[in-house]
Every structure is written in structure tokens, then in C-alpha cells.
């Protein structure tokens, strides 16, 4: 059973910024493209930022285009979200993710087979 595991959430003001990391318990996840999901209270979860297994290729939501960096250490089978620029809006849970196939860059949440327990992130305006 693949295991995924966010930390660096926290509580920053607005222009603050934060760093997200996500671990995966087995060594093969290099291999697989990774993303970041977010989820608000009441709201469906969306789609942040997701990088392909070499991160040649990296796609981001359109509200967080220019503040938001995903970067992958595929040596340390760890995937990073810098968030600069925090907005109020921004306030949610945070998820990481790995699809069960090689090759895709999914930007939806169908097309990802494992989920991680997610981190909180709170902007305080």
C-alpha cells in the first residue's frame, strides 16, 4: 500500500508564505508524476499544481499561476509546494497525490489513485 504524507502546513498571514512537502513510503513513486489538491470548507476539492516524475513539465491552476512553485526531489521521493504571496483564499486543506500510472500529468482528481491525509493551511488577512 502506497503511503503519501504532507507536513509544512500552519497558520501565515496574507503575503506570508509557506513550503509543503510530500513523502511517499516507496521508492518506485519517483517514477509517477505528483499533484497538489486543495479543499475549502464547503467547497470541492481543486486542483493546485501537478509535475511530471523527471519535472520537465509542470501545470498550475490558474489562481495560483506566479505565486505558487511545485519542484520534486526525486532522491528523496519528496514533492514541494512553495506558496508565496498568501491570499485569504488560499485557506484550505492541502493534498498530495500520485496517480497509478506512468506517464500521465492528470489536472484533475480522477485521474490520481493515491491520496495523502492532507495539511491544514489557514491565511489570516
Known amino acids: 500500500q502506497v503511503q503519501l504524507a504532507e507536513s509544512g502546513g500552519g497558520l501565515v498571514q496574507a503575503g506570508g508564505s509557506l513550503r509543503l512537502s510530500c513523502v511517499a513510503s516507496?521508492?518506485?513513486?519517483?517514477?509517477?508524476?505528483r499533484g497538489w489538491f486543495r479543499q475549502a470548507p464547503g467547497k470541492e476539492r481543486e486542483f493546485v499544481a501537478v509535475i511530471s516524475w523527471n519535472g520537465g513539465s509542470t501545470y498550475y491552476a490558474d489562481s495560483v499561476k506566479g505565486r505558487f512553485t511545485i519542484s520534486r526531489d526525486n532522491a528523496k521521493n519528496t514533492v514541494y509546494l512553495q506558496m508565496n504571496s498568501l491570499k485569504p483564499e488560499d485557506t484550505a486543506v492541502y493534498y498530495c497525490?500520485?496517480?497509478?500510472?506512468?506517464?500521465?500529468?492528470?489536472?484533475?482528481?480522477?485521474?490520481?489513485?493515491?491520496w495523502g491525509q492532507g495539511t491544514q493551511v489557514t491565511v489570516s488577512s
Open positions: 516507496k521508492g518506485t513513486f519517483s517514477i509517477y508524476a
Open positions: 497525490a500520485a496517480p497509478g500510472t506512468l506517464v500521465v500529468v492528470p489536472t484533475s482528481a480522477a485521474g490520481y489513485d493515491y
